[in-house]
């Protein structure tokens, strides 16, 4: 079966290598910690038992936080291991977990995880949300280390999709010890795709949990962005191509009946601040960046840029509204909306929230988020 696998990635990694190379020289991409990607992590030191937790990205690594906390309570002279996908997660986790072992999460090629597993010498791995790699699943196995999913969720088009392979990925579900899904509707759809019913636990979702109350510093922020106290800030966050552009028509609609309304977007993926920078200027506004404050005058029409990793909930801490993007243009999917309910803010997204559908429908439900469906309904939403 291994070979199987490697075979697959193999291919797909030559399919995919063009559109790898371009993001590598044009954004940067992928070119951090290569050689870890192929297992070559730090070694870890020392002989106690370790804890692997995996969070892809920004997300998943802050909702790790809780369970990361609990489980040190618990066990104190057990290592912990955290590994993260992309630049932003490793970013995320160097500042929320200062004092563990960080490494990027290796491709799943046998090689590449046997020597992963070699330096790391885990004793519980933990995979946050849906991280079923087959090859990683299974020489834990073979090795006598359970893994366990926290925090499971599986989305209706990622069911159908699993649904199609079934007969290749049962058997990765049937050698993972628990499957800890958020809700019922998850541990269905967790069984449609062969994991075993017995396995499976409805815990609810640990983003609850890690979902900040009261940031910090948030005056400070207020004053180096010159945003006046009487002034309304909508902040928009997590936002993908085509939404910046209809928040900013929106937005100039809003100024000529509201003058003392501002404006904050954060873009969901850092490459896209300059091109998101360049649009708010092209647009006629001026553009303030987070990242440097002094960028441009602290005018009233000024557009803050989001531009620094980390600090979205600081933005949100200010807002008067709060849009949660990769929500308005298809296919979207959603981001989190658990972090501007818990500081009470009122949250708008678009139709396309399909990845948290439980959290939209509770939100909905005690009438404490509104759901546009384009443009039009944002105006009037946010008016």
Same mark, same amino acid.
């Given at each position: 079966?291994?070979?199987?696998?490697?075979?697959?990635?193999?291919? $797909?990694?030559?399919?995919?290598?063009?559109?790898?190379?371009?993001?590598?020289?044009?954004?940067?991409?992928? @070119?951090?910690?290569?050689? #870890?990607?192929?297992?070559?992590?730090?070694?870890?030191?020392?002989?106690?038992?370790?804890?692997?937790?995996?969070?892809?990205?920004?997300?998943?690594?802050?909702?790790?936080?809780?369970?990361?906390?609990?489980?040190?309570?618990?066990?104190?002279?057990?290592?912990?291991?955290?590994?993260?996908?992309?630049?932003?997660?490793?970013?995320?986790?160097?500042?929320?977990?200062?004092?563990?072992?960080?490494?990027?999460?290796?491709?799943?090629?046998?090689?590449?995880?046997?020597?992963?597993?070699?330096?790391? @010498?885990?004793?519980?791995?933990?995979?946050?949300?849906?991280?079923?790699?087959?090859?990683?699943? @299974?020489?834990?196995?073979?090795?006598?280390?359970?893994?366990?999913? $926290?925090?499971?969720?599986?989305?209706?088009?990622?069911?159908?999709?699993?649904?199609?392979?079934?007969?290749?990925?049962?058997?990765?579900?049937?050698?993972?010890?628990?499957?800890?899904?958020?809700? /019922? #509707?998850?541990?269905?759809?967790?069984?449609?795709?062969?994991?075993?019913?017995?396995?499976?636990?409805?815990?609810?979702?640990?983003?609850?949990?890690?979902?900040?109350?009261?940031?910090?510093?948030?005056?400070?922020?207020?004053?180096?962005?010159?945003?006046?106290?009487?002034?309304?800030?909508? !902040? $928009?966050?997590?936002?993908?191509?085509?939404?910046?552009?209809?928040?900013?028509?929106?937005?100039?609609?809003?100024?000529?009946?509201?003058?003392?309304?501002?404006?904050?977007? !954060?873009?969901?993926?850092?490459?896209?601040? /300059?091109?998101?920078?360049?649009?708010? @200027?092209?647009?006629?506004?001026?553009?303030?960046?987070?990242?440097?404050?002094?960028?441009?005058?602290?005018?009233?029409?000024?557009?803050?840029?989001?531009?620094?990793?980390?600090?979205?909930?600081?933005?949100?801490?200010?807002?008067?509204?709060?849009? !949660?993007?990769?929500?308005?243009?298809?296919?979207?999917?959603?981001?989190?909306?658990?972090?501007?309910?818990?500081?009470?803010?009122?949250?708008?997204?678009?139709?396309?929230? $399909?990845?948290?559908?439980?959290?939209?429908?509770?939100?909905?439900?005690?009438?404490?988020?509104?759901?546009?469906?384009?443009? /039009?309904?944002?105006?009037?939403?946010?008016?």
């Amino acid at each position: 079966m291994s070979l199987i696998w490697d075979s697959f990635y193999l291919f $797909a990694l030559l399919l995919a290598s063009p559109v790898l190379l371009f993001r590598m020289l044009t954004r940067g991409k992928y @070119r951090s910690r290569a050689l #870890e990607r192929f297992g070559a992590v730090p070694r870890r030191t020392g002989d106690g038992r370790c804890l692997w937790v995996h969070g892809v990205s920004v997300g998943e690594v802050l909702a790790s936080r809780t369970l990361i906390e609990g489980f040190r309570e618990r066990h104190p002279d057990w290592d912990v291991v955290v590994s993260t996908t992309t630049d932003t997660g490793y970013e995320t986790a160097l500042r929320t977990f200062p004092d563990c072992h960080l490494i990027t999460w290796p491709l799943d090629f046998t090689g590449a995880i046997v020597r992963s597993l070699s330096r790391v @010498r885990p004793s519980l791995v933990v995979l946050m949300e849906l991280e079923l790699w087959p090859n990683f699943v @299974r020489l834990c196995d073979a090795r006598g280390v359970p893994v366990v999913i $926290a925090n499971g969720r599986l989305s209706e088009r990622s069911m159908r999709l699993q649904s199609n392979f079934r007969f290749l990925l049962s058997g990765s579900y049937k050698r993972i010890a628990r499957i800890c899904v958020q809700t /019922e #509707e998850y541990a269905r759809r967790f069984q449609e795709v062969g994991a075993p019913s017995d396995r499976i636990i409805v815990t609810g979702s640990l983003k609850y949990d890690a979902a900040p109350t009261q940031p910090r510093d948030t005056e400070k922020l207020r004053m180096e962005l010159g945003i006046g106290k009487k002034e309304k800030l909508i !902040v $928009a966050g997590s936002t993908c191509p085509g939404e910046e552009d209809i928040l900013l028509d929106v937005y100039a609609d809003l100024r000529k009946k509201f003058p003392d309304v501002r404006l904050a977007i !954060v873009p969901r993926h850092p490459e896209r601040f /300059e091109p998101v920078a360049r649009l708010v @200027r092209d647009r006629g506004f001026r553009c303030l960046r987070r990242s440097s404050p002094g960028s441009a005058p602290k005018s009233s029409d000024a557009v803050i840029l989001g531009d620094t990793m980390g600090g979205l909930v600081h933005l949100y801490a200010l807002a008067s509204v709060v849009f !949660v993007g990769k929500s308005l243009v298809a296919p979207g999917g959603g981001q989190n909306l658990i972090e501007p309910a818990a500081l009470g803010k009122p949250v708008v997204f678009g139709p396309h929230t $399909a990845n948290f559908a439980e959290t939209r429908d509770r939100l909905l439900d005690r009438d404490a988020a509104v759901e546009v469906a384009d443009a /039009e309904g944002l105006l009037t939403a946010l008016g």
